[in-house]
């Protein structure tokens, strides 16, 4: 997704926050999630990102 004006976001991101409040964004690729839970011993694929029948979620 594109935002194509990204003060007027951020102006409007701004008024919903309290005062001294904090925001946090996170942006993955749908990539991300195909590596398991589990990463103490390394990263490792465990799902599919083509040949889906159903979209991941």
């Known amino acids: 997704m594109r935002l194509?004006?990204?003060t007027a976001w951020a102006q409007v991101v701004t008024s919903l926050l309290a005062s001294g409040g904090?925001?946090?964004i996170r942006?993955?690729?749908p990539?991300?999630?195909m590596i398991g839970e589990d990463v103490s011993?390394?990263?490792r694929v465990e799902?599919?990102?083509?040949q889906q029948v159903?979209?991941?979620t």
Request: charged content about 25%; overall charge negative.
């Open 4 to 6: 194509p004006d990204v």
């Open 22 to 24: 904090r925001f946090l």
């Open 27 to 29: 942006d993955d690729h």
């Open 31 to 33: 990539f991300f999630m």
């Open 41 to 43: 011993d390394g990263l």
């Open 47 to 50: 799902q599919l990102y083509f």
């Open 54 to 56: 159903q979209p991941m």
